[in-house]
Nanobody, 127 residues
Framework: QVQLVESGGGLVQAGGSLRLSCAAS????????MAWFRQAPGKEREFVAA????????AYEDSVKGRFTISRDNAKNMVYLQMNSLKPEDTAVYYC????????????????????WGQGTQVTVSS
C-alpha cells in the first residue's frame, strides 16, 4: 500500500513558476514508477509527466516539454514537478500517482497503469 500526499500548488501569474512535491509512504519506493496527471475544469484527466523507478528515464506531454521537469529522491520517498513559464492553460488540479514496476527503467503513460493516487493540489495560473 502506498499513500501519496501532494503539496506546493497555488495561484501564480502567467510566466511564473511553482514546484509541486509528492510525499510517498510505504516501502520500496524505487519499485514504483511515478507520474503527474492533471485535470482542468470540464476536462478529462490527462498525463503530464512520468519518471521511472530509478529516476533515469522520464517522459512529458508535448505541451509541457521544456517547461516542466519531473524528478525524484528515492532516499526521501519524494517526487517533484518543477513548473516554469506557466500558462493559464496549465490551470488544473495536479495529481501524483504511483505504479508498481518490475524493472527500474520503466515508466507508464496511461492512467490505467497506475495503482495509487494522491488527493490532488490546485494550480491556478492567472493571465
Amino acid at each position: 500500500q502506498v499513500q501519496l500526499v501532494e503539496s506546493g500548488g497555488g495561484l501564480v501569474q502567467a510566466g511564473g513558476s511553482l514546484r509541486l512535491s509528492c510525499a510517498a509512504s510505504g516501502r520500496a519506493f524505487s519499485n514504483y514508477a511515478m507520474a503527474w496527471f492533471r485535470q482542468a475544469p470540464g476536462k478529462e484527466r490527462e498525463f503530464v509527466a512520468a519518471i521511472s523507478g530509478s529516476g533515469g528515464s522520464t517522459a512529458y506531454e508535448d505541451s509541457v516539454k521544456g517547461r516542466f521537469t519531473i524528478s525524484r529522491d528515492n532516499a526521501k520517498n519524494m517526487v517533484y514537478l518543477q513548473m516554469n513559464s506557466l500558462k493559464p492553460e496549465d490551470t488544473a488540479v495536479y495529481y501524483c500517482t504511483a505504479g508498481r514496476t518490475f524493472y527500474s527503467g520503466t515508466y507508464y503513460l496511461e492512467e490505467a497503469e497506475y495503482d495509487y493516487w494522491g488527493q490532488g493540489t490546485q494550480v491556478t495560473v492567472s493571465s
